[in-house]
T-cell receptor
């Protein structure tokens, strides 16, 4: 029962490098999300996708791009990494409002360090 | 936009003692409320949720929370904690009428440390 799977689990980047964080869910959920977690700040929404084919900015979108590749997959790209993007990144999925199951299911996280 | 306040960043407690973790949210027409737990180096796991109905919500691992609309609070309680409850706890709110999916707004978290 995989749920939400993120790759990689750990990554070290040099300033200016680019990378893509991958996320896939097997629960047939319509909505997917990317959050970042920083000490003392909780989780903050970077981007979300309410349904396949749509993406929207969250609270902290600067420096990131996303792609909803299909219903299962939602990737997060850092075009030019900066030390301020050192964080733990979580992908999540859920059903949209009105479908009853409003809780979000989270992946195990990607710990990213930018040096 | 919704906001969530967890006033206590750390809560130390002895094993078998009761604990309350506080959560307050900004007022809205109607909300869904959640408590998540995060064990070290893991993702977030749902403890319990309030969608509607009874204001006392029971969750996993013996936790419960009470929704208080007049005080805009959703405090988490456990009558007797165990060492294994040591983790970070996050309160979150989903504004029902924001549209565009279930965007959750999280509090800054409360680190519960259970000591022998």
């Amino acid at each position: 029962n995989a749920g939400v799977t993120q790759t990689p689990k750990f990554q070290v980047l040099k300033t200016g490098q680019s990378m893509t964080l991958q996320c896939a869910q097997d629960m047939n959920h319509n909505s997917m999300y990317w959050y970042r977690q920083d000490p003392g700040m909780g989780l903050r929404l970077i981007y979300y996708s309410a349904s396949e084919g749509t993406t929207d900015k969250g609270e902290v979108p600067n420096g990131y791009n996303v792609s909803r590749l299909n219903k299962r997959e939602f990737s997060l790209r850092l075009e030019s990494a900066a030390p301020s993007q050192t964080s733990v990144y979580f992908c999540a999925s859920s059903e949209p409002e009105g479908q009853g199951a409003t809780e979000a299911f989270f992946g195990q996280g990607t710990r990213l360090t930018v040096v | 936009a919704q906001s969530v306040t967890q006033l206590d960043s750390q809560v130390p407690v002895f094993e078998e003692a009761p604990v309350e973790l506080r959560c307050n949210y900004s007022s809205s027409v109607s909300v869904y409320l959640f408590w998540y737990v995060q064990y070290p180096n893991q993702g977030l796991q749902l403890l319990l949720k309030y969608l509607s109905g009874s204001t006392l919500v029971k969750g996993i691992n013996g936790f419960e929370a009470e929704f208080n609309k007049s005080q805009t609070s959703f405090h988490l309680r456990k009558p007797s904690v165990h060492i294994s409850d040591t983790a970070e706890y996050f309160c979150a709110v989903n504004d029902m009428f924001t549209g565009g999916g279930n965007k959750l707004t999280f509090g800054t978290g409360t680190q519960l440390k259970v000591e022998l």
